[in-house]
């Protein structure tokens, strides 16, 4: 009987044993998942906080820039108007390419402006807007100076 009686014993230390064994491997494989999870939410956390953060700088980048530009665009406005009064009080004839040339720059200017009311509305793509509009202005500026240079000599 004691021999039975320490079977017993036995097989149940063994069972339990097993069954305990096996609930720690399902414990460590809840665990695990778990943590996937929870690594998961963390890294969704932190593409959406860096995604705020950019967003925000693209934001101040862009009310800067449209400071910027809409100074320099009034700032070719002033120097159209200027180029119109010298042109209509001068002295001298002015030939109609040059009355064209205005034109075709307060034509140029408005569209820049017009440009940038477009973008504020879309704000898609803002570094080839940005490359594409600084090149623009940059051209209308440097062709406004030659006007004037030509106009001066």
Do not use: P
Request: charge should be negative; glycine fraction near 2%; proline fraction near 0%.
């Amino acid at each position: 009987m004691k021999t039975v009686a320490n079977y017993l014993i036995i097989i149940t230390v063994l069972v339990i044993s097993i069954t305990g064994c096996k609930s720690a491997a399902e414990k460590n494989e809840k665990a695990q998942s778990e943590l996937n999870a929870a690594e998961a939410d963390l890294n969704d956390a932190q593409n959406k906080a860096n995604e705020a953060e950019q967003n925000l700088l693209e934001s101040t980048a862009w009310l800067e820039f449209e400071r910027n530009a809409n100074l320099t665009i009034s700032a070719n406005e002033a120097q159209i108007a200027e180029l119109r009064v010298k042109m209509s009080k001068s002295g001298r004839t002015f030939d109609t390419l040059y009355a064209k040339n205005i034109d075709r720059l307060e034509e140029e200017n408005r569209n820049m402006r017009l440009r940038i009311e477009a973008y504020k509305k879309s704000q898609s793509g803002w570094e080839n807007f940005k490359l594409e509009f600084d090149r623009d202005m940059d051209s209308l500026g440097r062709a406004l100076k030659d006007l004037t240079v030509d106009n001066k000599k």
